[in-house]
């Protein structure tokens, strides 16, 4: 199994800025994915983190809003740009094994 | 694209009840079926993984069965406790790595 620490946890940001989340994972792995959930949604994948190369992004996200970058097989980060309330979300890196998917505890964000 | 449905969206039971959390699929070519946990405004806690060959899967309390040719998966879980009150999430993972969600079942346990 693999464990993940994402950071921080929780945050509440002005409109108009750009917040900084980190994923950790204690081993390597091959994947990583960013997901948000909206309140009482569930989750939308947002793009897979590629080692060494430019973010695979899913339909209706857009690399200018959410640059992500993966340095190594065990981190990634994900930003989320110029920030407006659609934004509040929680945000969640996602590592997956061969067969099994791991998640960290999220990133609250809250954009006022 | 794959569908998963959940179905109920919530539930409340008394403390002692046995739970039963369904989900369905649309495609059944798929590579594996997981299960997760997640407590408000949290992560997600991995449950039960079941692979496609796998009628079912047992930790504990919980038990998780897979019939791919019909796409339903059903999660049980035996007598339920305050501590189970959370949203119970589905996830389907097709031959590629992206997994599809339902929209989970709310799950609340009265003392």
């Known amino acids: 199994s693999a464990v993940i620490s994402q950071k921080p946890s929780r945050d509440i940001c002005q409109r108009g800025t750009s917040l900084t989340i980190q994923c950790q994972v204690d081993?390597?792995?091959?994947?990583m994915f960013w997901y948000r959930q909206q309140p009482g949604q569930s989750l939308t994948l947002i793009a897979t983190a590629n080692q060494g190369s430019e973010a695979t992004y899913e339909s209706g996200f857009v690399i200018d809003k959410f640059p992500i970058s993966r340095p190594n097989l065990t981190f990634s980060t994900l930003t989320v740009s110029n920030m407006s309330p659609e934004d509040s979300s929680i945000y969640l890196c996602?590592?997956?094994?061969?067969?099994?998917?791991?998640f960290g505890q999220g990133t609250r964000l809250t954009v006022v | 694209k794959q569908e998963v449905t959940q179905i109920p969206a919530a539930l409340s039971v008394p403390e002692g009840e046995n739970l039963v959390l369904n989900c369905s699929f649309t495609d059944s070519a798929i590579y594996n079926l997981q299960w997760f946990r997640q407590d408000p405004g949290k992560g997600l806690t991995s449950l039960l993984l079941i692979q496609s060959s796998q009628r079912e899967q047992t930790s504990g309390r919980l038990n998780a069965s897979l019939d791919k040719s019909s796409g339903r998966s059903t999660l049980y879980i035996a007598a339920s406790q305050p501590g189970d009150s959370a949203t119970y999430l589905c996830a389907v993972r097709p031959n590629d790595y992206k997994l599809s969600f339902g929209a989970g079942t709310t799950v609340t346990v009265r003392a």
């Open positions: 081993s390597q792995v091959t994947m």
């Open positions: 996602s590592a997956q094994g061969n067969t099994e998917a791991f």
